[in-house]
Each structure stands twice: as structure tokens, then as C-alpha cells.
């Protein structure tokens, strides 16, 4: 098991830039492929990006493409998503998942943080 704990969330305005940590604690989080998720009131959760097992393989949303980049560093235990050029749409919560197996659907996540929130004005 593996716990998760976000940061890094906050308000910003359109064109900035935000950077998202994961923290997780436990011996086995490099045995884990990691994701970013978002969740806006009244939706699903739906996928933002992804990041294999090594970090030699990254995903993305297409809506984030070119704009976000996942990274993580396995001595650290920790998962970052870099976010630039935010856009108001950009806004949601946040959420840090980890899976077994690579995935980009959230129902195959196992463990989630708490969640951080991001908000982009106009």
C-alpha cells in the first residue's frame, strides 16, 4: 500500500505556470505507474497524465499536451506535474493515483491522494 499526499495547488492566473508534488510514503512507490487526475464539481474524474514505472514512458490528455509535463524521481518518492501556459478550463481539483499496471482509465488507479486545488482566472 501507499499513501499520497498532494501540494503545490493554488491560484493563478491565465498564461502562469504551477507546479504539482505527489509525496508518497512507503518502500514499494517505485513498483507503482503514477498519474495526475482532475475533477471539476458535477464531473467525472478524467485523466490528465501518467508516468511508467521507470519514467521512461509518459502519457497526456490531449487537452494538456504540450503544456503539462509529468516527471518523477523514485529516490524521492515523489511525482510531479508541471503545468504551464494554465488556462481557466485548467481548473479542478487535482488528484495524485497510483495503479499496478500501466492505465490511463481513473477507475484502474488503487490508491489516491486527498487532492489539491488548481484555479486559473481569466
Known amino acids: 500500500q501507499v499513501q499520497l499526499v498532494e501540494s503545490g495547488g493554488g491560484l493563478v492566473q491565465a498564461g502562469e505556470s504551477l507546479r504539482l508534488s505527489c509525496a508518497a510514503s512507503?518502500?514499494?512507490?517505485?513498483?507503482?505507474?503514477m498519474g495526475w487526475l482532475r475533477q471539476t464539481p458535477g464531473k467525472e474524474r478524467e485523466f490528465v497524465a501518467a508516468?511508467?514505472?521507470?519514467?521512461?514512458?509518459?502519457y497526456y490528455a490531449d487537452s494538456v499536451k504540450g503544456r503539462f509535463t509529468i516527471s518523477r524521481d523514485n529516490a524521492k518518492n515523489t511525482v510531479y506535474l508541471q503545468m504551464n501556459s494554465l488556462k481557466p478550463e485548467d481548473t479542478a481539483v487535482y488528484f495524485c493515483?497510483?495503479?499496478?499496471?500501466?492505465?490511463?482509465?481513473?477507475?484502474?488507479?488503487?490508491?489516491w491522494g486527498q487532492g489539491t486545488q488548481v484555479t486559473v482566472s481569466s
Open positions: 508516468i511508467s514505472v521507470s519514467g521512461g514512458s509518459t
Open positions: 512507503g518502500r514499494t512507490f517505485s513498483s507503482y505507474f
Open positions: 493515483a497510483a495503479s499496478f499496471r500501466g492505465t490511463t482509465t481513473p477507475s484502474n488507479f488503487i490508491f
